[in-house]
């Protein structure tokens, strides 16, 4: 019997996203998106790389889900490319965008997989940025539920697992207020707001679209980034001080979806910055969700029993692109969403690190590192079932190393290795640890 064991059915999978690696960028009729656009900016990528081919999934994804199988797992959580089904973000679709992640999820079934279908993970089709104003504007909340119809009708009878968006906080802060990523805009904080305010209306318009077009048994949730602490001892004055400021961090961005409102003092404290929003919004964005994924990482902060807040810059090991090695993070983030939003299913969507491979003489990729990485952070997860929360599955990113943004292929996320000089996938020493961590439903 494994000492750390996972619920039976937990649902173990993996996934990627899209744009980091598709490739095909001009294939079959699809549309520019605004990272075709950002990437061809000077200075925008790190060597100036793009995701036009990317892994070439594309064209190699019977390979990809033949490679999944064999590591043993049983989900695939992939995004579809709104500007591949909708080349204009409007108007008329492009049967042979639809017609690739139709076989996409025939192809998974066939392998006896569940197909995990996300609609947005950043890839805006560029007519609605350069054409719209692109998020600032509510007709680009209008059009994603649209276009969140159009894959419902086609994939609807064959996908039972749906989300609107991935991680709407990074689409935000970065793409219009940071600018590191895609459109690159840097707008003042009136903006950003409502930019926010029509990702999530999209959101809400969206699970509508979604509601009316699938069977009843299709699930539909979102996936979020929450900003994440764990509490210094695990005692109740701490703990109650950690779940506070998890609480009061991520407020603007679940607070609408779980309560149907933005955070009263937040809002009080922005001043002329508050959104505009129409009557009905709110209810819209508050849509019942069946499940809720968090896509996490590492802990921004450790909080004290007074509620303060320190950094693990010294102290704690860290991954390639710099993020914190923070294990507990799962356990606590699982368990303050349970018990602050009640949010029914969770499930862990992403989770992984980045470290530079090293391919020995034999070929073999022996990334340890990620191995314990992932041996540390598992436990959290296996903890809080243990203890009541309801976390159903857990996805590795990535399944292949692949195209990380503005790092370009620099930063290798995979469990398997891409050669991006040829493409060769080579499943690294990780991928055969989670397989036998599949297998035996625990380690
Ligand atoms: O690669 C990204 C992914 O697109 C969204 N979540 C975080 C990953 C690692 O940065």
Redesign the pocket.
């Known amino acids: 019997m494994p000492a750390t064991r996972f619920p039976d059915g937990f649902l173990w999978g993996c996934a990627a ?1 899209s744009y ?1 690696i598709e490739g095909a960028h001009d294939a079959d009729g699809k549309g520019p998106s605004i990272w075709d656009d950002f990437v061809s900016r000077p200075g925008a990528i790190r060597d100036g790389q793009t995701g036009n081919v990317a892994c070439d999934h594309y064209h190699r994804w019977a390979q990809d889900l033949d490679l999944m199988r064999e590591l043993g797992f049983r989900a695939y959580r992939f995004s579809v490319s709104w500007p591949r089904v909708q080349p204009a973000g409007t108007g008329a679709v492009n049967p042979a965008g639809l017609d690739f992640y139709e076989r996409l999820v025939d192809g998974l079934l066939e392998r006896g997989m569940t197909p995990v279908c996300t609609l947005y ?2 890839d805006l089709p560029l007519a609605l940025e350069q054409g719209h104003g692109g998020w600032r504007r509510r007709v680009t909340a209008e059009a994603f539920a649209d276009y969140a119809g159009h894959v419902a009708a086609r994939l609807g009878d064959r996908v039972a697992l749906w989300t609107t968006f ?2 709407m906080p ?1 689409s935000a802060i970065n793409g219009y207020k940071i600018g590191d990523h895609a459109p690159g805009a840097q707008e003042p904080e009136r903006v950003v707001r409502q930019v926010i305010h029509h990702l999530l209306l999209a959101h809400g318009l969206g699970v509508r679209a979604l509601r009316a077009a699938l069977p009843s048994g299709a699930r539909v949730g979102l996936v979020t ?1 929450p900003w994440c602490c764990v509490p210094f001892f695990d005692d109740e004055d701490c703990v109650d001080a950690a779940r506070a400021v998890f609480e009061r961090r991520n407020a603007w961005f679940l607070d609408p979806i779980y309560r149907g409102s933005y955070p009263a003092e937040e809002w009080a404290a922005l001043g002329p910055d508050v959104p505009t929003i129409e009557p009905g919004d709110l209810k819209t964005i508050a849509a019942p969700l069946d499940y809720l994924g968090l ?1 996490i ?1 590492s802990s921004a902060a450790v909080v004290g029993g007074d509620g303060s807040e320190h950094d693990y810059e010294r102290w704690f090991p860290r991954t390639d ?1 710099d993020w914190a090695v923070t294990p507990e993070v799962l356990y606590w983030a699982l368990r303050f969403v349970h018990e602050i939003y009640g949010a029914g299913d969770l499930y862990i969507t ?1 989770n992984g690190c ?1 470290y530079p491979d090293q391919m020995g003489p034999d070929g073999a990729v022996r990334d340890y590192a990620r191995l314990e990485y992932l041996r540390g952070y598992l436990r959290g997860v296996a903890r809080a079932a243990a203890e009541g929360v309801p976390v159903r599955g857990y996805f590795a ?2 399944i292949l190393d ?1 195209f ?2 503005a790092h370009g292929t620099s930063k290798r ?1 995979g469990i398997v290795h891409v050669n991006f000089e040829t493409l060769a996938r080579t499943p690294k020493a990780s991928a055969r640890w989670l397989r036998n961590v599949i297998a035996a439903n625990g380690f």
């Open positions: 996203s980091q993970h950043w991935n991680e990074v980034n896509n990482y692109n992403e980045a990113w990535s692949n990380e943004w996320f």
